[in-house]
């Protein structure tokens, strides 16, 4: 007996009733959808992620045109590494197209994939996308409530003109130079 499509037979009379016609059958596909194998799934990840991360950088100055807080450090980049890179400004290393035909190729290749990060301390991190594991922003909200806590402690330093954070790290780094001072002087003592 041959094989007939049920999709496009039409179902058998009851009660007297003629059916209306079925709806014709979708096509079939002559081959299956080709699906990349699953050791080149983990290498599309990371290229759609750099993708995404890179056109977040890109539009970051225009986006801070309209809205300059945006580049007060509140929004940062993570590492591979851990480190959090406050965003004070962003651009691309290598930003421009070269016209010429041989060169177009290459330059696809690159542009846009290391960016110079500037932070509000006036630091440059020169950064490769494949070194960007996340991208980190603050509300207003906990930035503010960050803020009020630092002068309710009675950070002298909160009010300044530095970015909030800034005294944290200054405070940090005037506690490891009396903890080196300290401990040179009691090498010092140690040896005398």
């Known amino acids: 007996m041959p094989h007939k499509d049920r999709a496009t037979e039409p179902p058998a009379a009851t009660d007297g009733i003629t059916p209306k016609p079925a709806t014709p059958a979708l096509p079939v596909l002559e081959r299956t959808p080709e699906v990349e194998p699953l050791h080149n799934l983990a290498e599309i990840r990371a290229i759609f992620w750099q993708n995404v991360v890179r056109e977040m950088l ?3 100055p ?3 045109a309209a809205h300059p807080e945006v580049l ?3 929004m940062a980049v993570l590492t591979r590494a ?3 890179i ?3 400004g962003v651009e691309p290393l290598f930003p421009c197209s ?3 035909p041989e060169a177009q190729q290459l ?3 690159v542009q846009g994939t290391v960016f110079n990060i500037l932070t509000p301390t006036g630091e440059v991190f020169t950064l490769p996308l494949h070194e960007i594991r996340a991208v980190h922003s603050l509300t207003n909200e906990l930035l503010e409530e960050l803020e009020q806590l630092a002068r309710s402690v009675g950070d002298e330093e909160a009010g300044s003109s530095e970015p909030f954070g800034f005294a944290a790290y200054k405070s940090m780094r ?3 130079r009396r903890a080196n001072s300290n401990g040179e002087a009691s090498d010092q003592a140690d040896e005398a």
Request: glycine share 8%.
């Open 72 to 74: 007060d450090g509140r």
């Open 82 to 84: 851990g480190e959090r």
């Open 62 to 64: 225009a986006l801070a």
């Open 174 to 176: 005037k506690q490891d």
């Open 98 to 100: 070269l016209l010429a």
């Open 58 to 60: 890109i539009t970051l």
């Open 86 to 88: 406050p965003i004070a």
């Open 107 to 109: 330059c696809h290749a």
